[in-house]
């Protein structure tokens, strides 16, 4: 079965501090993965894709193939990132999986 | 930047009635989609359009829904005898090509009373 899995419904952190967002996938074949960001009252963004292995607003994603993983990091976190953050899959299709999002907060 | 637009912004429908939900893709956008949001759960794949058919759909598009492209620029998915459990936010995405980004508009909050 497809399917992600965002373990935190909501993370808070302090701004400067270190983020990361976990994400797990399960997916028989080789999936290609995703990060959406969600800010307020906003669209749904793309913030980074795992081929194409670039920092976006400081942020990292690495996949782990053996540990079914992607998760998001960034290591000083602003107050700017406050968001909705949503991982995805897409596999033999073009169709996005989701997982159920993580508000990250970050205070002042 | 060019954008996914989608009207209207809510839309407040009676049980029983038909909607149809509005999308404008991006121009030079070939594959486009519909998704869903329920309050409070994930973000669902409802169906995806390419060369003027479905190429793909859930189990959650069943037989009250279907989406057109009357006129080469709008993009619409119509719910034909709408339920409660329909109430939802609707996503509509765009994609130049596969394998490349898929955009999104704001989508569309569906109430149904």
């Known amino acids: 079965a497809q399917r992600v899995t965002q373990p935190e419904k909501l993370l808070s952190v302090f701004k400067g501090a270190p983020v990361e967002l976990k994400c797990n996938y399960s997916?028989?074949?080789?999936?290609?993965l995703f990060w959406y960001v969600q800010y307020s009252r906003q669209r749904l963004q793309l913030l980074l894709r795992?081929?194409s292995r670039e920092s976006i607003k400081g942020f990292t994603a690495d996949l782990n193939k053996g540990e079914t993983s992607f998760h998001l990091k960034k290591p000083f976190a602003q107050e700017e990132d406050s968001a909705m953050y949503y991982c995805?899959?897409?596999?033999?299709?073009?169709?996005?999986?989701f997982g159920t999002g993580t508000r990250l907060q970050v205070f002042p | 930047e060019p954008e996914v637009t989608q009207t209207p912004s809510h839309q407040v429908t009676q049980m029983g009635q038909e909607v149809i939900l509005r999308c404008v893709p991006i121009s030079n956008h070939l594959y486009f989609y519909w998704y869903r949001q329920i309050l409070g759960q994930k973000v669902e794949f409802l169906v995806s359009f390419y060369n003027n058919e479905i190429s793909e759909k859930s189990e959650i598009f069943d037989d009250q829904f279907s989406v057109e492209r009357p006129d080469g620029s709008n993009f619409t998915l119509k719910i034909r005898s709408t339920k409660l459990e329909d109430s939802a936010m609707y996503f509509c995405?765009?994609?130049?090509?596969?394998?490349?980004?898929?955009?999104f508009g704001d989508g569309t909050r569906l109430s149904i009373l």
């Open positions: 995405a765009s994609q130049q090509g596969m394998s490349q980004p898929q955009h």
């Open positions: 995805a899959l897409s596999g033999n299709t073009d169709k996005l999986i």
């Open positions: 795992h081929i």
């Open positions: 997916y028989s074949g080789s999936p290609e």
